[in-house]
């Protein structure tokens, strides 16, 4: 375990003093090696808040560039970052707004060939991307390693979250089987701001060790109304990627 | 107030959401908001509000940023430390949404320069951390009949009110004592959550769709991710709003 500096102690102090957090909680952030698949509306808030509270090694991976019709939502670039790459964009962000963490950016787009590469050796993957297909990807590279993934998606002012972990929890393709076709949807900043923050929480809480994740449980949004509901998620036994069947040794 | 091209691309993705359209993006446009606390709310609330594209943020606080605010004021970064933090935001604000004015003010909300402070405001957000301060802005919304959306956060639980005279109960009638303020825990992820819920209330509100949080308490329980809708009522001898 590394130690916390003085600067440390007094940074992190308001969370330290949660209850069950302390001085081994902050110092599991600061061990902890998180991925996050994407840079852009969820991206944003998920690496910022998890930036903030102190988790050191962040690999950000995305493959496109801000474009003005972003900036009503991705607060980790503005005008200044067009052109750029977003996670070299989010790098910069992320380590003004705390620099005692380190940034890996990633710009290659993820495949199923290079998505073990792109991940690398983490203790927790973080969903922040807009399309199944590259989401499966990842889902299946987290089945096989057996690292733990949160999911989330938004549309509107509508969302949903839920914390993979298995072989105790289904998998994102019992869960969602397959792609929908990938559109333009409609998005604000404030829906990324909902469920990208719940994102980080479910995130520090696992790297903590405080408090209980959502696990087997989708939580859906409805922010036009205002409600929040949690669906229970069943495994499909015969699942191509987390079954029993699915040639994975 | 009219669209420029830049404003039509820059918020194209949100001016498709049903109802929203250009109308509401003009409504964002003309609207003032009036954001008590540059803290941990303030951050996300004056973030996300000025990324749909509010015209006129009056952000309000007289404090300056400390190493121990930066696990969770994203607003602040360390080289704001010595900086007001209503001053600090602006040049945040400034840098992520060059169209949105931001109108700093660095004075404490007293029963004397609330009506000043908050000025032409069309709503009032609070992202504050001390009930004496939310008292005076409830005491003032209630009197101008202006909506009021209230927030408060210990560790990883929060609550969410939208608070609007006489139609709802004001923040007098649900929290009639005091608290007095002290050192709490929190985590930077709880003000994020409830922060953005607030823009997200803010956001309908002037923009004209979904249904605000009116009559009903939202309580959040981070720690169990439990959300709970609870209903509160006027009290009709309210010292506040029990004559209206």
């Not at chain 1, 409609?186 to 060790?209: D, N, R």
């Not at chain 2, 303030?42 to 943020?57: D, F, K, N």
């Not at chain 2, 209503?86 to 003010?105: D, F, G, Y």
């Amino acid at each position: 375990m590394k130690e916390l500096t003085a600067s440390e102690k007094e940074r992190y102090h308001r969370q330290m003093i949660f209850d069950g957090w302390g001085e081994q909680a902050q110092q599991k952030l600061k061990d902890a090696k998180v991925f996050i698949a994407g840079a852009g509306g969820l991206g944003s808030p998920v690496s910022i808040y998890i930036a903030v509270a102190g988790v050191r090694n962040i690999r950000i991976c995305d493959c496109g560039e801000p474009e003005l019709s972003n900036l009503n939502r991705q607060i980790l670039h503005d005008d200044t970052s067009i052109g750029l790459n977003k996670a070299i964009s989010a790098k910069h962000t992320l380590e003004r707004l705390n620099p005692d963490i380190q940034v890996t950016a990633i710009t290659d787009k993820i495949t199923e060939k290079n998505v073990g590469r792109i991940i690398g050796d983490v203790d927790l993957i973080i969903d922040c991307l807009d399309n199944f297909d590259t989401r499966h990807y990842i889902n299946l590279y987290a089945v096989k390693r057996s690292i733990p993934m949160i999911h989330a998606g938004v549309y509107g002012m509508r969302g949903q979250m839920t914390m993979i972990k298995t072989p105790e929890t289904p998998c994102l393709w019992c869960i969602n089987p397959g792609s929908p076709p990938s559109d333009v949807f409609p998005i604000v900043g404030a829906t990324a701001g909902v469920i990208g923050s719940l994102q980080a929480l479910e995130a520090l809480k696992y790297l903590s060790g405080v408090g209980t994740n959502l696990l087997g449980t989708l939580l859906v949004w409805d922010g036009g109304k205002m409600e929040f509901m949690t669906l229970p998620q069943h495994k499909d036994q015969g699942c191509p990627i987390c079954g029993q069947d699915n040639g994975i040794d | 107030m009219d669209l420029n091209s830049s404003e039509k691309e820059r918020y194209s993705r949100q001016m498709i959401i049903t109802d929203w359209g250009e109308a509401g993006q003009q409504r964002l446009k003309k609207s003032t908001v009036f954001i008590a606390g540059a803290g941990g709310l303030g951050s996300p609330v004056a973030v996300y509000l000025a990324a749909a594209g509010v015209g006129t943020l009056r952000i309000c606080d007289f404090g300056e940023p400390e190493l121990s605010n930066l696990n969770r004021q994203i607003l602040h970064t360390e080289s704001d430390i010595g900086i007001n933090k209503a001053i600090s935001a602006e040049a945040s604000i400034k840098l992520l949404n060059p169209n949105v004015r931001v109108v700093p003010i660095t004075d404490m909300i007293t029963q004397d320069t609330v009506e000043g402070i908050v000025g032409n405001a069309d709503i009032i957000v609070d992202c504050l951390d001390n009930f004496e301060a939310r008292h005076i802005l409830n005491e003032f919304a209630v009197k101008k009949l202006l909506p009021f959306i209230h927030a408060g956060i210990h560790g990883l639980s929060g609550q969410v009110t939208f608070i609007h005279s006489p139609e709802t109960p004001c923040l007098r009638c649900v929290f009639p004592a005091v608290v007095p303020k002290k050192v709490f825990p929190v985590v930077g992820v709880t003000p994020g959550i409830i922060g953005s819920i607030e823009s997200a209330e803010a956001l309908k509100w002037i923009v004209g769709i979904g249904e605000n949080l009116k009559n009903q308490l939202l309580i959040w329980d981070g720690d169990t991710m439990d959300f709970q809708k609870v209903l509160i009522k006027k009290d009709p001898d309210c010292p506040v709003c029990g004559n209206l």
